[in-house]
């Protein structure tokens, strides 16, 4: 939480403090050229609200290597980028996203498909090798019997669920309208932190019997375990399912006040963002 707030006060203070040439040469160290087109790829940046002088810049790729020139370089130009300096250091920034931004019309992309798609979601690569991971393991345990590719498994579904869970909420919370898309997004995070909690706790009851109750009564299948965990995040009170452990308790208060935080913080979200179109 702290992390998140100190992330979140310097990207606001950067954002009263822009400077296009330390934006630009910031994407030249940082950008990564991989998943570009196997060729010279040049990218033109226009902000349109600066003197002429600091308005047009140029990113060219080249076998690997990244130059920024502030005059043009004389290439064709294979993908074009124009919008607001505020707009695209929110974007570097990781503040929003190309896509949420092109779709609010505030940024105009037009050029190369592949280019502009490199410049979207790159959480949705790590999702993919994660999930290519998860069934190589899985498939390599089971037709070679090997067990110790078990946890490894269930530590990559942790981790991508962890991911998409993230970036869901993100999506939902950096919304801009009160719609049915971000309501849904809202409630899927919701729920997948339900399932990534349900996991954590049949994994920690499998890693260390008895952590939810007597050793009789310690068989914490999923199914259980995903009741437990619902039961948790909602605050709804124990029963049959108690947290016996120190370390089970901890995830507990964990899952249960990172999940009523969550919730007040969205319907703080998005009541502020009906407010603010019904004022419009």
Same mark, same amino acid.
């Given at each position: 939480?702290?992390?998140?707030?100190?992330?979140?006060?310097?990207?606001?203070?950067?954002?009263?403090?822009?400077?296009?040439?330390?934006?630009?040469?910031?994407?030249?160290?940082?950008?990564?050229?991989?998943?570009?087109?196997?060729?010279?790829?040049?990218?033109?940046?226009?902000?349109?609200?600066?003197?002429?002088?600091?308005?047009?810049?140029?990113?060219?790729?080249?076998?690997?290597?990244?130059?920024?020139?502030?005059?043009?370089?004389?290439?064709? !130009?294979?993908?074009?980028?124009?919008?607001?300096?505020?707009?695209?250091?929110? !974007?570097?920034?990781?503040?929003?996203?190309?896509?949420?931004?092109?779709?609010?019309?505030?940024?105009?992309?037009?050029?190369?498909?592949?280019?502009?798609?490199?410049?979207?979601?790159?959480?949705?690569?790590?999702?993919?090798?994660?999930?290519?991971?998860?069934?190589?393991?899985?498939?390599?345990?089971?037709?070679?019997?090997?067990?110790?590719?078990?946890? !490894?498994?269930?530590?990559?579904?942790?981790?991508?669920?962890?991911?998409?869970?993230?970036?869901?909420?993100?999506?939902?919370?950096?919304?801009?309208?009160?719609?049915?898309?971000?309501?849904?997004?809202?409630?899927?995070?919701?729920?997948?932190?339900?399932? !990534?909690?349900?996991?954590?706790?049949?994994?920690?009851?499998?890693?260390?019997?008895?952590?939810?109750?007597?050793?009789?009564?310690?068989?914490?299948?999923?199914?259980?375990?995903?009741?437990?965990?619902?039961?948790?995040?909602?605050?709804?009170?124990?029963?049959?399912?108690?947290?016996?452990?120190?370390?089970?308790?901890?995830?507990?208060?964990?899952?249960?006040?990172?999940?009523?935080?969550?919730?007040?913080?969205?319907?703080?979200?998005?009541?502020?963002?009906?407010?603010?179109?019904?004022?419009?």
């Amino acid at each position: 939480m702290g992390f998140w707030a100190q992330r979140w006060i310097e990207s606001q203070l950067s954002l009263k403090n822009l400077d296009p040439s330390l934006l630009m040469w910031d994407m030249r160290r940082h950008l990564n050229p991989q998943p570009l087109p196997p060729r010279r790829c040049t990218i033109h940046f226009q902000y349109p609200e600066l003197p002429e002088s600091r308005r047009n810049w140029w990113l060219v790729v080249d076998q690997g290597a990244v130059d920024l020139c502030s005059v043009d370089p004389g290439y064709e !130009i294979d993908l074009l980028v124009r919008g607001p300096l505020r707009v695209m250091t929110a !974007i570097w920034m990781g503040v929003t996203t190309v896509k949420k931004e092109v779709e609010a019309k505030e940024l105009y992309v037009q050029g190369d498909k592949a280019i502009a798609s490199a410049m979207h979601e790159r959480w949705i690569r790590a999702l993919l090798l994660l999930g290519i991971a998860f069934l190589v393991t899985r498939g390599v345990r089971t037709v070679l019997g090997v067990e110790a590719l078990l946890p !490894i498994s269930q530590v990559l579904w942790v981790v991508a669920s962890l991911l998409a869970t993230a970036a869901t909420a993100h999506h939902a919370l950096r919304a801009r309208v009160v719609d049915a898309e971000h309501i849904f997004a809202a409630l899927d995070a919701y729920l997948l932190a339900g399932l !990534i909690f349900a996991v954590c706790y049949w994994l920690l009851d499998q890693t260390w019997p008895a952590s939810f109750g007597a050793a009789s009564a310690s068989d914490l299948d999923l199914a259980r375990a995903m009741y437990f965990s619902f039961v948790t995040i909602a605050t709804l009170g124990y029963g049959d399912v108690v947290p016996a452990s120190d370390s089970a308790r901890g995830l507990t208060i964990l899952e249960a006040v990172g999940g009523q935080m969550y919730l007040a913080v969205l319907v703080a979200r998005l009541v502020s963002l009906y407010s603010k179109q019904s004022d419009e």
